[in-house]
T-cell receptor, first 110, second 113 residues
Framework: GQQLNQSPQSMFIQEGEDVSMNCTSS?????WLWYKQDPGEGPVLLIALYKAGELTSNGRLTAQFGITRKDSFLNISASIPSDVGIYFCAGQYRDDKIIFGKGTRLHILP | NAGVTQTPKFRVLKTGQSMTLLCAQD?????MYWYRQDPGMGLRLIHYSVGEGTTAKGEVPDGYNVSRLKKQNFLLGLESAAPSQTSVYFC????????????FGDGTRLSIL
């Protein structure tokens, strides 16, 4: 079945640094989604990507839908303390079928 | 503006007990999903529903049952709880079109002793 490889698993960065994470798969997806999860809460949608090659921004966040439709990346510029959390990618390949990566846990060092 | 509401938020069960988790959404979404989240495993789909009266198995359905008697509600049942079912459970919902993202509840933290 479809699988997503999300990397890195965790990141330790200094406040103000830029962050990059990605998801890859051997399968093709129609939609790529990026979610963020804060402690004790459910995932919240950050960015949705619907076309191969699409580059979309949401404030300091930028995500791209890979040309091959098998990968996506998320960049966060100038990180701030509230960026701490777990980031999940998700690939949708049918109206009712979506799979999630295992998450990237972002830590920001004081 | 409730969105997706899960009840209860926390529960502790003994092995062998049964319980039902309730998910309610007020967005008129057709699709609803139940996931479990375990450390290092991400979100794994248990069961889902594409409409009132329909259910389907996801990636890890064993030990769980679901029902969708009303469009706005999706129930997840544990018939005989096992310690391996200790997890955080998330409900999500979405519109039926393929490019409509899922909206999540805040989760139910379930511990089985």
């Amino acid at each position: 079945g479809q699988q997503l490889n999300q990397s890195p698993q965790s990141m330790f960065i200094q406040e103000g640094e830029d962050v990059s994470m990605n998801c890859t798969s051997s399968s093709i997806f129609n939609t790529w989604l990026w979610y963020k999860q804060d402690p004790g809460e459910g995932p919240v949608l950050l960015i949705a990507l619907y076309k191969a090659g699409e580059l979309t921004s949401n404030g300091r966040l930028t995500a791209q839908f890979g040309i091959t439709r098998k990968d996506s990346f998320l960049n966060i510029s100038a990180s701030i303390p509230s960026d701490v959390g777990i980031y999940f990618c998700a690939g949708q390949y049918r109206d009712d079928k979506i799979i999630f990566g295992k998450g990237t846990r972002l830590h920001i060092l004081p | 503006n409730a969105g997706v509401t899960q009840t209860p938020k926390f529960r502790v069960l003994k092995t062998g007990q049964s319980m039902t988790l309730l998910c309610a959404q007020d967005m008129n979404h057709e699709y609803m999903y139940w996931y479990r989240q375990d450390p290092g495993m991400g979100l794994r789909l248990i069961h889902y529903s594409v409409g009132e009266g329909t259910t389907a198995k996801g990636e890890v359905p064993d030990g769980y049952n679901v029902s969708r008697l009303k469009k706005q509600n999706f129930l997840l049942g544990l018939e005989s709880a096992a310690p391996s079912q200790t997890s955080v459970y998330f409900c999500a919902s979405s519109y039926p079109r393929g490019n409509q993202p899922q909206h999540f509840g805040d989760g139910t933290r379930l511990s089985i002793l």
